[in-house]
């Protein structure tokens, strides 16, 4: 077989398994085994809200929330690391990590809204994004 005629099979070949690929690499969606787990039931709006520019909704929702401990908020990040890539990847679309872990503040208005403090000081109205998203 010549060389040129298998370079052409190859590239072929390439081009179906590209077609074919779940995760493109504009593709921020969490894995199907590995859903994202919120230590916060805010955490869940602001994800969702993010939507991954080849599939849409990057997730099952919605993820029934149970109380975190500290102990485990704190070891979150590190439970991260051992995830796929791609997990890794779907959550820091969300969740910067320039930006995050934010600090939740209630504030006493009369909506009763919850802000998070992100690390630059910026305040996001969470309550805001639970709104939109069940509407």
């Given at each position: 077989?010549?060389?040129?005629?298998?370079?052409?099979?190859?590239?072929?070949?390439?081009?179906?398994?590209?077609?074919?690929?779940?995760?493109?690499?504009?593709?921020?969606?969490?894995?199907?085994?590995?859903?994202?787990?919120?230590?916060?039931?805010?955490?869940?709006?602001?994800?969702?809200?993010?939507?991954?520019?080849?599939?849409?909704?990057?997730?099952?929702?919605?993820?029934?929330?149970?109380?975190?401990?500290?102990?485990?908020?704190?070891?979150?990040?590190?439970?991260?690391?051992?995830?796929?890539?791609?997990?890794?990847?779907?959550?820091?679309?969300?969740?910067?990590?320039?930006?995050?872990?934010a600090v939740p503040e209630v504030e006493r208005t009369e909506d009763?809204?919850?802000?998070?403090?992100?690390?630059?000081?910026?305040?996001?109205?969470?309550s805001d994004y639970a709104k939109s998203t069940d509407d």
């Amino acid at each position: 077989m010549r060389t040129r005629t298998l370079f052409k099979r190859l590239e072929k070949v390439e081009e179906v398994l590209k077609a074919h690929s779940i995760y493109s690499q504009d593709c921020i969606c969490f894995p199907e085994k590995e859903q994202p787990f919120f230590c916060s039931p805010f955490e869940e709006p602001v994800a969702a809200s993010v939507k991954c520019p080849v599939h849409g909704n990057r997730f099952r929702a919605p993820i029934s929330h149970i109380y975190v401990s500290r102990w485990r908020l704190e070891k979150e990040p590190a439970r991260r690391q051992g995830l796929s890539a791609q997990y890794r990847k779907a959550w820091e679309a969300s969740f910067p990590t320039e930006l995050w872990p934010a600090v939740p503040e209630v504030e006493r208005t009369e909506d009763g809204n919850i802000f998070f403090r992100l690390k630059d000081g910026t305040k996001i109205c969470v309550s805001d994004y639970a709104k939109s998203t069940d509407d």
